[in-house]
């Protein structure tokens, strides 16, 4: 496996544990308080405006995970584009040479981020820990409260009483932020840029 892939499945495996463990719990908190609006005896606007609030807290945490990729993604292609400079210049000849120190340069590049990927996680746990739930207790009244470590049932509905087939909305705010096919515009690094003649 070449140093793109290999750090793509990291990023993937830090995507993936950053939604399951500091995430998801917020998003789960967020719909619960927001399932709360609807059980009050609050108008339509200050239900609209109840349920947003609650939602918010879902939105800024997944705004900031995706500016943390985001980030990375511009620091690691910034970095191979150095490499190309550095090595093609305004040169529009590609050697075999130059391209084994672009390749090189490139998978230097992704090597040092992945080092990096540890301290990227800390730092987004450390300020996600102000919007998680205050506690695992959130879940009590729910699906997953269980009492002797039994999951509940749903009792089964007659026929034609079920819910239309298909996927269920996303509420407004929790759509998802977490990258979840590595860092993009990396497939293109190793080969430069085309360059003019008149940029030559």
Not at 20 to 45: M, T, V, W
Not at 108 to 124: D, G, V
Not at 126 to 142: H, I
Request: glycine share 6%.
């Amino acid at each position: 496996m070449d140093q793109q892939r290999i750090f793509q499945a990291e990023v993937q495996s830090v995507s993936s544990r950053v939604e399951d463990e500091l995430i998801s719990p917020i998003q789960g908190y967020a719909y619960k308080n927001a399932s709360a609006c609807f059980f009050s005896k609050l108008k339509r606007s200050d239900r609209q405006a109840c349920v947003q609030a609650a939602l918010n807290p879902a939105s800024q945490a997944s705004e900031y995970v995706q500016s943390e990729f985001d980030q990375l993604s511009e620091r690691v292609n910034r970095c191979a584009q150095t490499c190309q400079d550095d090595i093609y210049g305004f040169s529009t000849k590609q050697t075999p040479e130059m391209k084994e120190k672009l390749e090189e340069c490139t998978k230097n590049c992704m090597f040092k981020a992945s080092r990096f990927l540890p301290e990227m996680y800390e730092r987004i746990q450390k300020n996600l820990a102000p919007l998680q739930p205050p506690s695992s207790e959130f879940v009590k009244g729910t699906i997953l409260d269980t009492k002797q470590g039994v999951r509940p049932t749903i009792p089964s509905l007659g026929q034609g009483q079920g819910l239309p087939a298909g996927p269920s909305p996303l509420l407004p705010g929790l759509t998802g932020a977490i990258p979840t096919s590595g860092i993009p515009g990396l497939e293109n690094l190793g080969s430069p840029a085309p360059i003019s003649k008149e940029d030559a």
